[in-house]
């Protein structure tokens, strides 16, 4: 057993406690907000992440987890002291490290002799070589260990990862870090630093490259009169090519991929290293919310000034509570600019969004509506009852971002269906 302090408890250093702790670490958790510290004493964690309370709560019971407010208790008591501060994005694209570097200043004296700091931060390449000259303690080594956890899938992706990575220019106490992860069987990559950091922005951005890819093949197979359905389902069945994300939609959104995207970005730029692909991967992106608008302008027949719409899903994927750069506010905004009035409905959302009026069903969002707009891929979405739903709307449209919905029963339900990258199915 080791003892592990976590410097913030946000989404990344809160799974990161808990699921030490389920390990059988001891772990002391600290973050600044005192009645977020508050609550998570009594296990209420405030977010939507399946299993994440009940592993809370099992750490406080055992003994195993605890709360501080401040960060002296969990920097001057551990063997291994993890930063999971933010990252965000600065003005210049770049990863802003005023987190990481407030918590350093902190940590030069506060951590013992002999203590591991653990970058777990998402931090631009080099950045773990540079924190170990600004703490300038030959007692004490840092290492790099980037996080791989989906929002709506983090303990799953914490206790049984597909890989653990840690990057150091001291090996040893990489393969300390390494043992703190035994209990999860996972392959580990112990390399450099900077090898270790670049990892976790490099598949990100691939994802978003893939998720772009399938965005525009969908846009040329409604030029083309082909099914993108048909497209991808063949492209999946090579396994050089993998089955994930080749699903299209509004856009990628949440609180990595537009971060990571415009760091790495900004990384290649300082390197003077030209990077076409991914710039035209961040472009699509920005693209695609005017391209989804065009099709709801299209299908309710030209002009949106006036038009009701209701919106399904407002977060930025399914399984998770996030609204940080949804793709479905990104349409949202555009559309109310251009007249319409919107209602919307998620499953994890209560609160009105900007233009959007948040309602408390789907049914509530159809009634009196001219259209409906799918996109979040939350799986009840497919399970609606369409014949009530098409009795209470002005209109019978829809148009499915995230091709989610049952084509036949739609369609039999007097619906005019309009997916991205398949033909239109006219009621």
């Given at each position: 057993m080791a003892r592990i302090g976590v410097v913030g408890a946000g989404y990344v250093g809160l799974t990161t406690a808990a699921c030490f702790a389920r390990l059988g670490h001891s772990v002391v958790c600290a973050d600044v907000d005192e009645a977020k510290v508050a609550a998570l004493g009594r296990a209420e964690i405030g977010a939507h992440e399946p299993g994440l309370a009940d592993l809370v709560a099992e750490g406080l019971r055992a003994r195993r987890l605890r709360f501080v407010l401040g960060n002296a208790e969990a920097l001057s008591e551990a063997d291994f002291v993890f930063l999971c501060v933010p990252t965000p994005t600065g003005a210049d694209g770049a990863a802003d490290l005023t987190a990481v570097h407030a918590v350093l200043r902190?940590?030069?004296?506060?951590?013992?002799?002999?203590?591991?700091?653990?970058?777990?931060?998402?931090?631009?390449?080099?950045?773990?070589?540079?924190?170990?000259?600004?703490?300038?303690?030959?007692?004490?080594?840092?290492?790099?260990?980037?996080?791989?956890?989906?929002?709506?899938?983090?303990?799953?992706?914490?206790?049984?990862?597909?890989?653990?990575?840690?990057?150091?220019?001291?090996?040893?106490?990489?393969?300390?870090?390494?043992?703190?992860?035994?209990?999860?069987?996972?392959?580990?990559?112990?390399?450099?630093?900077?090898?270790?950091?670049?990892?976790?922005?490099?598949?990100?951005?691939?994802?978003?490259?893939?998720?772009?890819?399938?965005?525009?093949?969908?846009?040329?197979?409604?030029?083309?009169?082909?099914?993108?359905?048909?497209?991808?389902?063949?492209?999946?069945?090579?396994?050089?090519?993998?089955?994930?994300?080749?699903?299209?939609?509004?856009?990628?959104?949440?609180?990595?991929?537009?971060?990571?995207?415009?760091?790495?970005?900004?990384?290649?730029?300082?390197?003077?290293?030209?990077?076409?692909?991914l710039r035209a991967t961040i472009g699509t992106n920005g693209h695609q919310a005017h391209r989804v608008v065009g099709m709801v302008r299209e299908a309710v027949g030209g002009s949106l000034a006036g038009v009701r719409l209701g919106l399904l899903g407002l977060t930025f994927k399914a399984g998770t509570d996030d609204l940080r750069d949804s793709p479905a506010l990104a349409v949202a905004a555009l559309l109310a600019a251009e007249g319409a009035w919107l209602t919307g409905y998620d499953p994890c959302v209560t609160a009105d969004c900007g233009p959007v009026r948040v309602l408390g069903s789907a049914e509530a969002v159809a009634e009196g509506a001219d259209g409906l707009v799918v996109l979040t891929e939350w799986p009840e979405f497919a399970e609606l009852d369409w014949p009530n739903l098409a009795s209470t709307m002005t209109d019978r449209v829809i148009v499915d971002t995230r091709n989610l919905l049952p084509v036949e029963k739609v369609t039999e339900a007097g619906f005019h269906l309009v997916s991205l990258g398949r033909p239109t199915t006219t009621r």
């Open positions: 902190e940590a030069r004296d506060a951590v013992r002799p002999g203590c591991v700091l653990v970058i777990k931060s998402t931090v631009p390449a080099g950045t773990t070589e540079r924190v170990a000259e600004l703490v300038d303690r030959p007692d004490v080594q840092v290492v790099s260990n980037p996080e791989f956890l989906r929002e709506g899938h983090a303990v799953d992706d914490f206790l049984r990862p597909q890989r653990v990575v840690v990057g150091s220019e001291a090996e040893e106490a990489a393969r300390r870090v390494v043992a703190l992860y035994a209990g999860t069987g996972a392959p580990a990559l112990v390399t450099g630093s900077a090898s270790a950091e670049l990892v976790k922005y490099a598949s990100n951005c691939f994802l978003a490259m893939k998720l772009s890819y399938v965005n525009s093949l969908a846009e040329l197979c409604e030029r083309v009169g082909a099914d993108i359905g048909d497209v991808t389902e063949g492209m999946r069945l090579d396994d050089r090519i993998g089955a994930a994300f080749l699903e299209p939609g509004p856009g990628w959104g949440g609180s990595c991929f537009p971060k990571d995207t415009r760091a790495l970005l900004s990384t290649a730029e300082d390197a003077r290293v030209d990077f076409p692909l």
